[in-house]
């Protein structure tokens, strides 16, 4: 439905959050899960020493953060815990960005084709080092219109209808659309609003594309 924008990226609330307390290191967190397991299984050093072929010392050094394990010597203790090998990085450090928009403050966005009595609202933006490109909009349509132009761009889209009534077009084929209803198409071929019903009009519009090596 949407093309790209041509505005600037917009500056987004942006929110981290870890799983664990700040700036523990990778070490560190490992050796809290080695103890925490081991403990649960009701295992002292030696018994998990014996158990999966590594020394006292060396397991003590682990258990205390002061040594970085190889991936064998992980995998070794994994077996002896009865773990899978992912589950002793559970506690370390691990932030994710968010981009929280606050009802009625997505940026507005002038496309190309946009008339009159049709918004679009950048919701967020892609947050973190991703491979494809996510643009989630609000659209609404609040005043009639019986000419449309039709928009065409790489990737693939998902819209859902949040309120009112349309016919979709996505190339040959029309789709009439009401509140509760979704479409996910590629949107390579084109594809707008063919016909509007029950104004106004609120979808969701979410467009992934590719994320350019440049």
């Known amino acids: 439905m949407t093309d790209r924008p041509t505005s600037s990226a917009p500056t987004f609330e942006q929110d981290s959050f870890t799983v664990a307390d700040k700036a523990k290191p990778l070490e560190d967190a490992i050796g809290r899960q080695v103890r925490v397991y081991r403990t649960q299984l009701g295992m002292t050093i030696s018994n998990l020493a014996h158990q999966s072929g590594l020394s006292a010392g060396m397991l003590s050094k682990i258990e205390n953060g002061q040594t970085s394990p190889s991936l064998n010597t992980l995998q070794l203790l994994a077996a002896a815990l009865n773990v899978p090998v ?13 981009s929280f928009v ?13 008339r009159a009595g049709h918004q679009y609202h950048l919701l967020g933006h892609s947050v973190g080092d991703r491979a494809t490109l996510v ?57 707008g609003p063919e016909e509007l019903g029950k104004l106004p009009i609120r979808f969701l519009s979410f467009i992934v594309e590719p994320q350019s090596d440049s």
């Not at 606050?102 to 946009?114: E, F, H, K, N, S």
């Not at 693939?156 to 659309?177: A, N, Q, T, W």
């Open 86 to 98: 992912t589950a002793l990085f559970r506690k370390f450090e691990q932030e994710r960005e968010a």
């Open 102 to 114: 606050r009802a009625g403050q997505g940026l507005v966005i002038d496309r190309r084709g946009t």
């Open 135 to 191: 643009e989630p909009y609000l659209i609404v349509i609040s005043e009639p219109s019986e000419v449309f132009s039709l928009f065409q761009h790489e990737g693939v889209e998902f819209i859902y209808i949040l309120k009112g009534e349309m016919v979709y077009r996505h190339g040959s084929r029309l789709y009439p659309m009401s509140e509760g209803d979704s479409l996910y198409f590629d949107a390579d071929t084109p594809h």
